[in-house]
């Protein structure tokens, strides 16, 4: 009864390819977010989503895509991978707002050689 | 700008010492506070988080924290460490009149028997 899951827990791919990463909380929340964990630890929020809806773009390239069919799931897809796309990406949950608590996933450990 | 920093990279404990994690932040006004741990390979889970009212909240696995306005301070303690207790620690923020949560650099913690 994992609550926020992500698929796949590790990704090794080429530069230049098309990837996605998939998301799915089952705690009935309404707000999801993606965020990116570089090699030295840092976590930087890339986008959040309220109820389908677009609530949070940071400065993130647009070769990446958040994608939410339902409040249920948030995919992330990448175009033309990069090397420097390498990183781990966490999805998280959170009732209505980072007013209360945020559930992390176990996140992706993307690998662009 | 708004930040959050955290002063030690890298701590190292005895098993049973106590142990404290310092959190600074910059910010106009007092944003909500979290504590995260991130084992190994693992996302991140809550471990306290501070909204209003009294300063020393107490978290999960034994962990406390004291908010002090006047040092913009939100540390991270325990009384005895187990060796359990390795790991990530992030401090976190969010900004009342944003919903990003924004977090700091990590403080790698290492136990020793």
């Known amino acids: 009864d994992t609550a926020v899951s992500q698929t796949p827990k590790y990704l090794v791919t080429q530069m230049g390819n098309d990837k996605s990463i998939k998301c799915e909380q089952n705690l009935g929340h309404d707000t999801m977010y993606w965020y990116k964990q570089d090699s030295k630890k840092f976590l930087k929020i890339m986008f959040s989503y309220n109820n389908k809806e677009l609530i949070i773009n940071e400065t993130v390239p647009n070769r990446f895509s958040p994608k939410s069919p339902d409040k249920a799931h948030l995919n992330l897809h990448i175009n033309s991978l990069e090397l420097g796309d390498s990183a781990v990406y966490f999805c998280a949950s959170s009732p209505y707002s980072l007013n209360t608590e945020a559930f992390f996933g176990q996140g992706t450990r993307l690998t662009v050689v | 700008a708004q930040s959050v920093t955290q002063p030690d990279i890298h701590i190292t404990v005895s098993e049973g010492a106590s142990l404290e994690l310092r959190c600074n932040y910059s910010y106009g006004a007092t ?16 471990l306290l988080k ?4 009294d300063t020393l909240v107490q978290g ?4 406390e924290a004291e908010f002090k306005r006047s040092q913009s301070s939100f540390n991270l303690r325990k009384p005895s460490v187990h060796w359990s207790d390795a790991a ?3 401090c976190a923020v969010v900004h009342r009149n944003t919903d990003k949560l924004i977090f700091g650099t990590g403080t790698r913690l290492q136990v020793f028997p």
Do not use: A, T
């Not at chain 2, 501070?50 to 009212?53: A, I, K, N, Q």
């Open chain 2, 60 to 63: 999960i696995k034994g962990f």
């Open chain 2, 50 to 53: 501070y909204f209003s009212g």
């Open chain 2, 88 to 90: 990530e620690y992030f």
């Open chain 2, 31 to 46: 944003p909500y506070l979290f504590w995260y741990v991130q084992s190994p390979g693992q996302g991140l889970q809550l």
